[in-house]
């Protein structure tokens, strides 16, 4: 109800200006209310972890951890922040974030605008947040594609203790030849890296922590197999299905609908959902998917479940519902 009055404000807004203040004002929250629990659900048990509902949320609205304790207050099972770089990046000139509200959308083309690993692990340090927290990585936009293992090597090294599984991001649309990681020799080699780091971490703290992979929509049933195959092959521990798009089909005529960058919002859910599918055959249970991409409604979220997902992740839904959605969806998705 809340949210249903301050909407039309927050829309008056530039989308990326609203969205520091809507941080901001998670921050704050996060220091003067009491803490907030997870909506009650059955726990599930995915990766080890314990979650205490199903619905989380995506990364990309906290790059920072700047308000996990805010977001906590909203019900998630699970919080996801970033994506994080090893060095501070601006990200991409502005404008770019665009809401195309005829059709639920977002589009960004922001670049992993964040302020460094380093700055996040102070800000989940100094967090009261105890549950579960995944902590996206990815590559500062000025290291070689050639390169690229060694940020990610670079970040899970800082970022392993303090997270509660880490998610590999090689398919933002808007870091130059980022999703050439995709590729089936690029990713091999990638994932074969990472593991024998994630063996050696966890020796060395004496705790497992999985890796997850985030992977796009555009992707044809063939590279969905290849992912599978390779995730398999390296007994990665999830993964997340998807990223945003780069197709523009569900958004031709609309105002900033050709803008560069990446579609997110109900225009993403029914690429987003057929690669839940082709995944949940290709993986046939080995492993669990997390769904990401176009949820606005209960509905939308038991539907990721049908398609073979065991979480559900939100981002772009929040933006036209609020944190309604995510009790909406807790209750749709509880057995």
């Known amino acids: 109800m809340l949210y249903d009055l301050a909407r039309p404000l927050i829309f008056s807004l530039d989308p990326e200006t609203a969205h520091d203040y809507t941080l901001r004002a998670l921050s704050l929250a996060g220091r003067i209310l009491p803490a907030g629990q997870p909506e009650p659900a059955t726990p599930i048990e995915v990766m080890g972890l314990r979650f205490p509902n199903a619905i989380g949320l995506a990364a990309g609205l906290d790059k920072n951890g700047a308000a996990i304790d805010g977001l906590s207050r909203m019900g998630f099972g699970f919080i996801e922040i970033g994506t994080i770089t090893p ?44 549950g579960i927290l995944g902590i996206n990585i990815g590559k500062n936009f000025d290291t070689a594609i050639g390169r690229a293992a060694d940020d990610y090597l670079a970040c899970l090294e800082k970022v392993y203790a303090r997270a509660s599984y880490v998610t590999v991001n090689i398919s933002s649309p808007n870091t130059q030849n980022l999703r050439q990681l995709q590729g089936e020799s690029e990713l091999d080699d990638l994932l074969g890296q990472l593991k024998r ?30 992912i599978a195959d390779a995730l398999r092959r390296h007994h990665i521990d999830g993964v997340i299905a998807t990223n945003t798009t780069i197709a523009r089909d569900k958004v031709q005529g609309i105002r900033h609908g050709n803008e560069l960058g990446g579609l997110s919002g109900a225009p993403v859910y029914e690429a987003s959902t057929q690669v839940v599918r082709q995944l949940a055959t290709a993986l046939g249970g080995e492993l669990p998917i997390i769904a990401a991409g ?28 609020g944190p309604a959605l995510v009790r909406e969806c807790v209750r749709a998705t509880t057995a």
């Open 87 to 130: 060095r501070p990046q601006p990200g991409n000139p502005r404008p770019r974030m665009f809401r195309l509200p005829e059709v639920q959308g977002i589009i960004n083309r922001m670049g992993f605008n964040n302020h460094g690993v380093d700055a996040l692990l102070a800000n989940v340090k100094a967090a009261k947040f105890s």
């Open 294 to 321: 176009g949820v606005l409604d209960g509905a939308g979220a038991r539907a990721k479940l049908e398609a073979g997902a065991r979480l559900v992740q939100l981002y772009s839904g929040l933006i036209y519902r």
């Open 197 to 226: 780091a994630q063996t050696r971490l966890a020796e060395r703290h004496g705790r497992y922590v999985p890796l997850t992979l985030k992977i796009a929509p555009d992707l044809d049933q063939a590279q969905v197999i290849n």
